[in-house]
T-cell receptor
């Protein structure tokens, strides 16, 4: 059974600090990894995709992939209250497996 | 209209009713999906259509019946549902099945089965 594991949280981070979200996956053959943000009562929105080992930066967001450790992370710099949401990690290629999500709360 | 639109946004039905969920995408994508989101569970892929052909049926009970008349429209027909089927049903699209992880979701249809 292919799985994606995330800590459900909530993860509380002070405004302006770095929020670090982590994810592990079981399918060693996965080549594609994704982070989605889901605000309460809304649908998921893709914020980052990463396909190669290392870091990928997009504005305040950095995705990190370590295929040897089967580990993906998302860093959010200069956290804002508007970043408060549930973050879903996903992996896979033609069939995507989602984690249960981590609730992030940015403290003003 | 842009993006992915779903109707109805909320639906309450009895176990003997028949209803349908509708999804329309205005992105020119070739793949469309139905996902189920229940509390404290990961998003569950139900069905995948690529170029109007069903390519995935993820062991979904037959009381859920998908239909994809063209690459822009997707339906989920519901009949004799169970209370445990109450959930948020999300439609999504992607450029193609090759980009199955780069999904654009609709706002969802919140289903309650009494």
């Amino acid at each position: 059974q292919k799985e994606v594991e995330q800590n459900s949280g909530p993860l509380s981070v002070p405004e302006g600090a770095i929020a670090s979200l982590n994810c592990t996956y079981s399918d060693r053959g996965s080549q594609s990894f994704f982070w989605y943000r889901q605000y309460s009562g809304k649908s998921p929105e893709l914020i980052m995709s990463i396909y190669s080992n290392g870091d990928k930066e997009d504005g305040r967001f950095t995705a990190q992939l370590n295929k040897a450790s089967q580990y993906v992370s998302l860093l959010i710099r200069d956290s804002q209250p508007s970043d408060s949401a549930t973050y879903l990690c996903a992996s896979g290629d033609d069939k995507i497996i989602f984690g249960k999500g981590t609730r992030l709360h940015i403290l003003p | 209209e842009t993006g992915v639109t779903q109707t109805p946004r909320h639906l309450v039905m009895g176990m003997t009713n028949k209803k349908s969920l509708k999804c329309e995408q205005h992105l020119g994508h070739n793949a469309m999906y139905w996902y189920k989101q229940s509390a404290k569970k990961p998003l569950e892929l139900m069905f995948v259509y690529s170029l109007e052909e069903r390519v995935e049926n993820n062991s979904v009970p037959s009381r859920f019946s998908p239909e994809c008349p063209n690459s822009s429209h997707l339906f989920l027909h519901l009949h004799t549902l169970q209370p445990e089927d109450s959930a948020l049903y999300l439609c999504a699209s992607s450029h193609s099945q090759r980009y199955a992880g780069e999904l654009f979701f609709g706002e969802g249809s919140r289903l309650t089965v009494l």
